[in-house]
Structures are given as C-alpha cells and as structure tokens.
C-alpha cells in the first residue's frame, strides 16, 4: 500500500488554471500506475487521468483531452495534474490514485488519497 496526499485545490475563474500535486510515501512508488479522478456532488467517480509506471505513456478522459497534463517525477515520488482552460463543469472533488494494473477503471486503484475541491466559477 501507498499513502497518498493531495493538494493544490482551490477556487478559480473559468478559462484559468490549477495545478494539483500528489506526494505519496514509500520506495515502490515508480512500480505503481498513477491516476486521477473527480467525483462532482451527486455524480459518479469520473476517471480524469493515468500515467504508467516510467512516465512515457499518458491517458485521458475525453472530456478534459487537450487541456489537462498529468506528469510524475520517480525521484520525488510525485505525479502532479496541470489544468488549463478550467471550465464551470470541472468543479469537483479531485482525488490521486495508485494502481499495479491496467486500465482507467477505478477499480484498478488500490490506493486513494484524501481529495483536493476544485471549484470553478462561471
């Protein structure tokens, strides 16, 4: 198991910008695939990103292609989330996650963080 912990949350206008960080403890965090998903009030857990162990392959939602980058650096046992061009519909609860398989289902996770709000104002 991994701990995972968030932040970087906040309020922001439409068409800005935010940077989310997760920080995970333990050695074996470049054996785990790192996502990123938001669940908004009353909506399921929506999967928003994944990278695989090195780094070299990224995965998104379809709904935030082009405008989110998520990026993890081994060394610092980090992944981070940029989000650009922030719109009203991204409001949600953003949570890190850490899984040993494949696939962008949550239920290939097996260790969540906390959760970081990220409110987007129209």
């Known amino acids: 198991q991994v701990q995972l912990v968030e932040s970087g949350g906040g309020l922001v206008q439409a068409g800005g910008s935010l940077r989310l960080s997760c920080a995970a403890s333990?050695?074996?965090?470049?054996?785990?695939?790192m996502g990123w998903f938001r669940q908004a009030p009353g909506k399921e857990r929506e999967f928003v990103a994944r990278?695989?162990?090195?780094?070299?392959?990224?995965y998104y939602g379809d709904s935030v292609k082009g405008r989110f980058t998520i990026s993890r650096g081994n060394s610092k046992n980090t992944v981070a989330l940029q989000m650009n061009s922030l719109k009203p519909e991204d409001t949600a609860v953003y949570f890190c996650?850490?899984?040993?398989?494949?696939?962008?289902?949550?239920?290939?996770?097996?260790?969540w963080g906390q959760g970081t709000q990220v409110t987007v104002s129209s």
């Open positions: 996650a850490a899984g040993s398989g494949f696939g962008n289902d949550a239920s290939n996770f097996g260790s």
């Open positions: 333990g050695r074996t965090f470049s054996s785990y695939a």
């Open positions: 990278i695989n162990r090195s780094g070299g392959s990224t």
